[in-house]
């Protein structure tokens, strides 16, 4: 199974509404998650079963999506959240990342 | 609070070894799927290996087999990944994770080490 990540790269502003998506090449049902990385940091995991938010994560994320194309939305963009956004399904092993998208301040 | 702390990265020569170490605190360690991901300098992360909680579920990625293997001590405490026959393209930080959280049948990755560098190189 491989996952695509779109968009690789993406320049928003404070406040933005901001969609990624992750397209998996077969079902999956909902074993996908989400997660945020920052500089020189482990990653931290957002979103579980495609649509679960982590306990303390803020509200501005959400996800959805099953079977093939999953989103992550946030809402409305804060400063802390610029940052590198993963998918990973968990259907199957290997269990494989997307490549990624770096979300940048515009 | 769960705790996670890797040890035993470094550098090593092409075709060397090296053994990582986890020690976990904070969740019940034997009753927990355990996974290493790693990220080279700069590019993305890749999933390398899981372990069930007795040990017997235990896979790895095709990039990795036969020459790194991963296991667990539940009396210690203790994550492992055993590697072998060390490839320039192995150079990257290793993270160890708890997949504590369950659902769908599926445990996810969400308690992360710190992570260590292991770089090979002559």
């Known amino acids: 199974i491989q996952l695509t990540q779109s968009p690789s790269s993406l320049s928003a502003s404070v406040g933005d509404r901001v969609t990624i998506t992750c397209r998996a090449s077969?079902?999956?049902?909902?074993?996908l998650a989400w997660y945020q990385q920052k500089p020189g940091k482990a990653p931290d995991l957002l979103i579980y079963g495609a649509s679960i938010l982590q306990s303390g994560v803020p509200s501005r994320f959400s996800g959805s999506g099953s079977g093939t194309d999953f989103t992550l939305t946030i809402s409305s963009l804060q400063p802390e959240d610029f940052a590198t956004y993963y998918c990973?399904?968990?259907?199957?092993?290997?269990?494989?990342f997307g490549q990624g998208t770096r979300l940048e301040i515009k | 609070e769960v705790q996670l702390l890797e040890s035993g990265g470094g550098l090593v020569q092409p075709g060397g070894s090296l053994r990582l170490s986890c020690v976990a605190s904070g969740f019940v360690f034997r009753n927990t799927y355990m996974d290493w991901v790693r990220q080279a300098p700069g590019k993305g992360l890749e999933w390398v290996a899981n372990i069930g909680p007795d040990g017997r579920d235990i896979n790895h990625v095709d990039s990795v087999k036969g020459r790194f293997t991963i296991s667990r001590d539940n009396a210690k405490n203790l994550l492992y990944l055993q590697m072998s026959s060390l490839r320039v393209e192995d150079t990257a930080v290793y993270y160890c994770?708890?997949?504590?959280?369950?659902?769908?049948?599926?445990?996810?990755?969400?308690?992360w080490g710190q992570g260590t560098l292991v770089t090979v190189s002559s």
């Open positions: 077969q079902g999956i049902v909902s074993h």
């Open positions: 994770i708890a997949a504590i959280i369950g659902t769908g049948g599926r445990f996810y990755l969400d308690s």
């Open positions: 990973q399904h968990l259907n199957s092993i290997p269990m494989i």
